[in-house]
């Protein structure tokens, strides 16, 4: 029995998650670049590294709204709405697939389909993400780049390094989680057949 061809990454989908892909790419190698920076030790020279971590800072957040304002006034919007009954049921049932039943080939407990785009976890990271973590990322970005913006001291340490600092974790975060959400973007019906999606549209 073939399966069902949806179409579910229209082309403004697409357009906007290479761009973020390429954006959080930049993004990652120049704060690593400013982390470290040293002497002996800078992955990009320390002025290009700004300014490029800048740039992409400011484009990031004009996707970012973009994204919000999309998500709102499309149909896109429904795949990030968590139903709150039997949420958390779902969640560790996706959880034991994830760390036991893919390893056995069991099927995916939560398959898609025009309705349901993300399983539950997909869900929950991905709302955490795009309205959590990156409104915090943005604001202390730029709290960073104005820093006449930040609190004089809180608690008797510099409100610029608390920004700096949430700065930074949030950041690493989200690292860690597109090194992820690649991982997972694997357990297709072929090793490239979501990366294949995310360029045609089709699942």
């Known amino acids: 029995m073939s399966e069902e061809k949806l179409y579910l990454y229209p082309l403004w989908l697409r357009i906007w998650h290479w761009t973020n892909a390429f954006l959080f790419l930049v993004l990652i190698f120049t704060g690593l670049s400013l982390q470290y920076a040293g002497i002996e030790s800078t992955l990009i020279r320390f002025d290009i590294a700004v300014s490029l971590h800048n740039i992409a800072g400011i484009i990031l ?21 968590i139903k709150r009954k039997g949420f958390i049921k779902r969640l ?28 539950p976890l997909q869900k929950l990271s991905y709302v955490m993400v795009m309205y959590l973590m990156m409104p915090v990322i943005i604001i202390t970005g730029f709290a960073l780049l104005f820093p006449e913006v930040n609190l004089e001291n809180v608690f008797g340490i510099a409100g610029i390094y608390l ?9 690493f975060v989200l690292s860690v989680f597109m090194i992820v959400h690649i991982y997972f973007c694997t357990f297709g019906k072929t090793v490239w057949s979501n990366f294949k999606s995310m360029f045609t549209g089709w699942h």
């Open 163 to 171: 920004t700096d600092l949430l700065h930074i974790v949030t950041g």
């Open 92 to 119: 560790l049932k996706q959880f034991r697939y994830y760390t036991y039943g893919v390893f056995i080939h069991e099927p995916t407990p939560f398959p898609v389909s025009q309705k349901r785009k993300f399983n």
């Open 61 to 81: 957040t004009i996707s970012f709204v973009f994204f919000v304002f999309a998500n709102r006034f499309t149909s896109n919007s429904n795949y990030y709405r």
